[in-house]
């Protein structure tokens, strides 16, 4: 079955930075395309960032310059690396992953920005 776990929510002050991790596993293959979304108190979940097998990349534009994503498409992981925190990014981060045009997605992570 496959699974996807995410990792290295936390909190943090404005400013600072923090680093996301998840890992897939249940298949032999890499998945298609591999991201985070997030979706904060009474908001709609948004794309954050994704990595197709390609190495292309989708950034939202609010994280463009603050957010990086990587990914290893052998081990089926992708990490989110965040600088320059602000409150505003406080959500429920969420990896995503797309096998066969399935997404699979994790249970989430919590991400806290203090000002």
């Known amino acids: 079955q496959v699974q996807v776990v995410e990792s290295g929510g936390g909190l943090v002050q404005a400013g600072g930075s923090l680093r996301l991790s998840c890992a897939g596993s249940?298949?032999?293959?890499?998945?298609?395309?591999m991201g985070w979304y997030r979706q904060a108190p009474g908001k709609q979940r948004e794309l954050v960032a994704d990595?197709?097998?390609?190495?292309?990349?989708n950034y939202a534009d609010s994280v463009k310059g603050r957010f990086t994503i990587s990914r290893d498409n052998a081990k089926n992981t992708v990490n989110l690396q965040m600088n320059s925190l602000k409150p505003e990014d406080t959500a429920v981060y969420y990896c995503r992953a797309l096998l066969v045009g399935i997404p699979y997605w994790g249970k989430g992570t919590l991400v806290t920005v203090s000002s």
């Open positions: 249940g298949t032999v293959f890499s998945f298609a395309a």
């Open positions: 990595m197709a097998i390609s190495g292309s990349t």
